[in-house]
């Protein structure tokens, strides 16, 4: 009887907290660990119908990324997630942010910490339906691995926003290769709560132009998903087109390869993304984008003063990413994991700032598996950066270091 009581206690107490989650390898995937419930309550799982994870990392950091060399202990990632299958055709995931905001947005109503609520419906073995609050379906391997298990992303899945309200049909023709396309929300909220209040565009002649809301803001992506020789070799391709403001646009490309071996797991992905207004943003931020603005005595009160780029955005900017990453089994409780980063930005059509920045970056990481009944790790990492800008652009590059002792802990607790 007790243990029965303290069985329903540990689960309303997850129910009481909140959610994370994934595509096919954030999270989302099967696994065969224990769960604390099995370990310390001796509770049998005779189903899939539920199951409860607390996703967790927290590390010791030292980084002169924010200037001079500073230390601290912080949790990097803390996600509460509940998913299951109801039946054989019924499915639903809930994946939330304990350490982020909970108020509803103002565009699909849901908060930013929840990364996803969504059900699913297996109409027949080939294609499946799901809609409610979902993650993007872009490719490549970086873009789809639990975040958890992320030490540093490329600038370009770093920048990227990708829970939205919508819904997505999957069609699997054979087992292996699975095709999906998907139909989200571009915002969580209004165009204002991303570009601030009465953005204006501002293009490579000078001009500007005030931003309006789009009527229909949505994103639309085709992905394509690919076994080959066993598992041995995987894909995830996808391209997408993305509505920003009325009329604007933005182009995206990923694509993904992974070699998957029983010892040894690489992928190299590829990613690129033309947008008609700096969606990113960092580019507009980093070189002033109202610095480029030539005010006329009659310009409109609301685009504001040259010094002031607050709201501004340049026109058709450019990214490109290359991302590798290997993780070698060394032994069964020892892993070694390299990773390499190349990352362009580019405002295509002002001179003076074509592929203006080049970030290159380097993260090595050793991984120790105290227990390999649950998905628990320690390890020591190092990340280092290099930002390489244009003489043209007049910005001097830097280097930062960080230095990371830490667990990473998706712990199934159901």
């Keep these: 009887m007790k243990r029965s009581l303290l069985a329903v206690a540990m689960l309303m107490a997850s129910l009481g907290v909140q959610a994370q989650g994934n595509n096919s390898g954030m999270g989302g995937e099967q696994d065969n ?51 299951g299958h109801l039946t054989d055709r019924i499915s639903y995931r809930f994946r939330h942010r304990l350490n982020k905001s909970n108020a509803a947005m103002s565009g699909d109503n849901f908060a930013k910490a929840t990364d996803m609520m969504f059900v699913g419906y ?13 993650s993007q379906v872009w490719g490549g391997f970086e ?20 829970f939205f309200g919508g819904a ?37 002649k000078h001009e500007t132009k005030q931003l309006e809301q789009s009527r229909h803001p949505f994103t639309y992506i085709f992905n394509w998903n690919g076994n080959f020789v066993g598992n041995k070799l995987q894909t995830r391709w996808s391209a997408g087109l993305q509505t920003q403001a009325r009329g604007t646009y933005s182009k995206v490309l990923m694509c993904g390869q992974q070699l998957n071996l029983p010892r040894l797991q690489w992928y190299f992905d590829y990613m690129e993304r033309w947008d008609d207004v700096d969606r990113l943003g960092y580019p507009s931020k980093e070189l002033h984008a109202g610095n480029m603005l030539h005010l006329c005595a009659d310009e409109p009160a609301s685009i504001g003063d040259a010094s002031d780029d607050t709201g501004k955005y340049f026109t058709d900017t450019h990214f490109r990413s290359l991302v590798t990453k290997a ?21 295509r059509k002002v001179e003076e700032y074509k592929n203006y920045r080049k970030a290159l970056g380097f993260i090595g990481s050793l991984e120790f598996y105290p227990d390999r009944t649950q998905d628990f790790r320690l390890y020591l990492a190092y990340l280092g950066r290099h930002y390489d800008y244009s003489k043209r652009c007049g910005l001097p590059e830097r280097n930062t270091t960080r230095i990371e002792l830490g667990m990473m802990y998706r712990m199934k607790c159901y």
């Design 168 to 204: 997505y049909v999957t069609y699997k023709p054979v087992p292996s290769q699975e095709f999906v396309l998907e139909v989200t929300h571009t915002d969580n909220g209004s165009m204002n709560d991303y570009y601030g209040c009465k953005p204006v565009a501002v293009s490579e």
């Design 122 to 134: 297996k109409i027949n073995d080939q294609v499946e339906v799901a809609g409610g609050k979902v």
């Design 327 to 347: 993780r070698w089994t060394l032994s069964p409780k020892w892993k070694l994991m390299l990773k390499g980063m190349y990352d362009i930005a580019s405002v």
């Design 143 to 162: 873009y789809d691995e639990n975040p958890m298990f992320i030490y540093q992303y490329s600038d370009f899945c770093e920048y990227l926003e990708i």
């Design 33 to 83: 660990y224990k769960s604390l419930a099995e370990r310390v309550l001796n509770l049998e799982k005779s189903n899939n119908k539920f199951n409860v994870y607390f996703n967790y990392t927290a590390a010791a950091q030292a980084s002169d990324e924010q200037g001079p060399w500073q230390s601290r202990i912080a949790a990097k990632e803390l996600r509460f997630e509940i998913m």
